[in-house]
């Protein structure tokens, strides 16, 4: 089980071109052992399972030069990232292979890919290493997973991380644009329900809370067609965001509604 702790901008360089195309975004979170990389195609969930590509091949290297907690140290990442632009590009030359992710925990760094069948790729990727990275020890995934499930369940985050990673953009785009993120402001939240009893069960919660209401109306769209927009005066600096936002997913959630996000004004100092 993974557990939010941070988001990363930047663990990994991939330069393949098959590793640039589609929706990458990247998050640390936590599992048994300690805490974890990831860097995701987030765009692939629209299409999870491809039944054309029925096997998992993860490959990768156990390393040395890590942190206490299992992460690659700075200096390791150059090092890191040609290898896995060099099993990217070799496992990209197996017909029908699409890399989904990459993960690191406990010294340890695998690519993902997706395959119609495995047929050479793990002795491949070892002479591979052996001849180009020989200070390295291998490391494979290889199984038979039909249903995409290390994508969807393992290297695709959860709702908590997905949450938490929205905010962190926003709350990033804020702060680059000058914003005072501890200075208080209107933030408001949308929200979606799918019967007005369902509505009006959130907002007893959210008045509870102080917040007003903004807009409470009806949409065309197909589910979930009550809206429901909310303010209250907060600050927007990433903790609060977090704690704000999550509260208002689980109560939404409670009532059987959907959070749709949340928008604020630009707030910066005088002069």
Known sequence: MKKIIAAVLCLFLITDGSAQ???????????????????????????????????????????????????????????????????????????????????????????????RDTAGLKSAVTRLLTDFFPGYTAAFLIKEDRTWDAYLHFLYPNEETRLFMYNQAIVMRLEKSGDQTAIPRPIDH???????????????????????????????????????????????DLATVN????WIKKEATRCKGEYEGWETVIRQLPG
């Not at 979170?29 to 765009?43: H, W």
């Not at 704690?243 to 999550?246: F, S």
């Open 190 to 236: 949308i929200l979606f329900f799918k019967t007005e009893k369902d509505r009006e069960c959130f907002i007893y919660k959210a008045i509870s809370q102080q917040y007003k209401i903004v807009i409470k109306d009806s949409t065309d769209r197909k589910e979930g067609s009550y809206r429901l927009q909310i303010t209250r005066n907060d600050k927007a």
């Open 21 to 115: 195309s589609g929706d990458w975004d990247t998050y640390l979170a936590r599992y048994e052992k300690g805490p974890g990389s990831t860097l995701v195609n987030m765009s692939l969930k629209q299409k999870a399972p491809d039944s054309t590509r029925p096997f998992l091949f993860a490959a990768g290297v156990k390393f040395k030069n890590c942190s206490a907690d299992g992460l690659p140290a700075p200096t390791a990442f150059i090092t890191l990232n040609r290898i896995s632009d060099s099993i990217v590009a070799l496992v990209g030359r197996h017909p029908g292979s699409l890399l989904t992710g990459t993960f690191s925990y406990q010294c340890e760094r695998k690519d993902y890919f997706y395959v």
């Open 243 to 246: 704690k704000i936002t999550g």
